[in-house]
């Protein structure tokens, strides 16, 4: 597998500190210096998940026309789709006009499904002969948060992504090439951030449920975080799975020129590189623009890490972490 380009897509409501303290209640200096936003985008009211979708993969084909024509594979990272019924990627390859030909797919991760889905890619392609196949991520937490909820509202933006993945073997010399990885998931340690009703065990039917329990209500609907329990893991697990990543590479931290991190937040960021040993200086960073963009924070860091240069040449270790509690990370030669 061979990681070809980026692309992105933001929508068009832009909220600042301010005006989530406004809304949340929260202090305006924690929402700044503590989780680290400035600023955020979410969707507007005429914007939806697949619109976003479509408008980061026609940035990607422009970069890449001939692509358009040759893709096999649309994979949509997301657990927030427009709909439960039909998936994402489908309304994505009709609102890009694509063959009939090209097979289309949800995956419902959020922060750690970018690399789960570049694998996913690989095993495809690689089964069935494909090519090319593009990976898009768009998660609008926005439309799952309570407005007043200061655990969600004040970290998490909205954003799309596009990435071209080639598969291995192809005519052309790769740009990306996955070194080593690493996955892993705590069950048992799900809740911490979950939407408790709506599915299939407490549905929103009357006559489906229990009549002790009843129809799920408003914040039945809406995201829960706990903020504690996730630090714990994240400071707990990841630097284990940053290290067995390496370890199967062959090499040190001092080796890899670039860390791709999810943006939880700037200070989960900042104490998780510590404990690992990173130096600052090769975090790359966009929380303070966009917040916390779920399955697009890592391909949102590439993409503007590609955009101004900063890729070419590089070894650049990847690691998503959150909903599940899962994790995944990728250390990747470009």
Same mark, same amino acid.
């Given at each position: 597998m061979s990681i070809e380009a980026f692309a992105h897509a933001i929508p068009s409501i832009c909220h600042s500190a301010a005006d989530i303290a406004q809304v949340t209640g929260a202090d305006e200096d924690f929402i700044r210096d503590k989780i680290g936003l400035s600023t955020r985008y979410v969707l507007g009211p005429d914007e939806t998940g697949t619109g976003l979708s479509v408008a980061a993969c026609e940035a990607l084909f422009a970069k890449h026309p001939s692509l358009r024509e040759t893709v096999d594979l649309l994979i949509c990272v997301t657990q927030t789709p427009d709909r439960r019924i039909p998936h994402n990627a489908a309304g994505i390859v009709a609102g890009l006009d694509l063959p009939h030909s090209v097979a289309s797919f949800d995956l419902s991760l959020g922060c750690s499904g970018y690399v789960y889905a570049l694998t996913v890619a690989e095993g495809f392609l690689a089964a069935t002969g494909g090519t090319n196949a593009v990976v898009v991520t768009c998660d609008p937490y926005s439309r799952i948060i309570a407005p007043e909820d200061r655990d969600t509202n004040?970290?998490?933006?909205?954003?799309?992504?596009?990435?071209?993945?080639?598969?291995? +073997?192809?005519?052309?010399?790769?740009?990306?090439?996955?070194?080593?990885?690493?996955? +892993?998931?705590?069950?048992?340690?799900?809740?911490?951030?979950?939407?408790?009703?709506?599915?299939?065990?407490?549905?929103?039917?009357?006559?489906?449920?229990?009549a002790d329990r009843g129809r799920p209500e408003r914040d039945d609907l809406r995201l829960h975080m706990a903020g504690r329990a996730v630090f714990n893991f994240v400071n707990g697990t990841v630097p284990k799975s940053i290290h067995r990543c390496l370890e199967r590479a062959e090499i040190g931290v001092e080796d890899v020129d670039l860390f791709a991190l999810h943006q939880g937040s700037i200070y989960m960021l900042d104490a998780m590189a510590r404990r690992v040993g990173i130096a600052p200086e090769r975090v790359l960073k966009n929380m303070d623009r966009y917040g916390n963009t779920v399955s697009s924070s890592i391909p949102l860091l590439l993409s503007e890490a590609d955009q101004n240069g900063s890729l070419s040449g590089k070894r650049v270790l990847m690691s998503g972490f959150g909903v599940g509690l899962s994790w995944s990370t990728a250390l990747v030669r470009f």
């Open positions: 004040c970290v998490f933006g909205d954003a799309a992504t596009a990435t071209w993945v080639r598969a291995a +073997g192809a005519s052309l010399p790769g740009r990306g090439e996955v070194l080593a990885l690493d996955f +892993g998931t705590d069950g048992a340690g799900g809740d911490a951030i979950a939407v408790p009703g709506g599915g299939a065990a407490w549905p929103l039917l009357t006559g489906l449920t229990d």
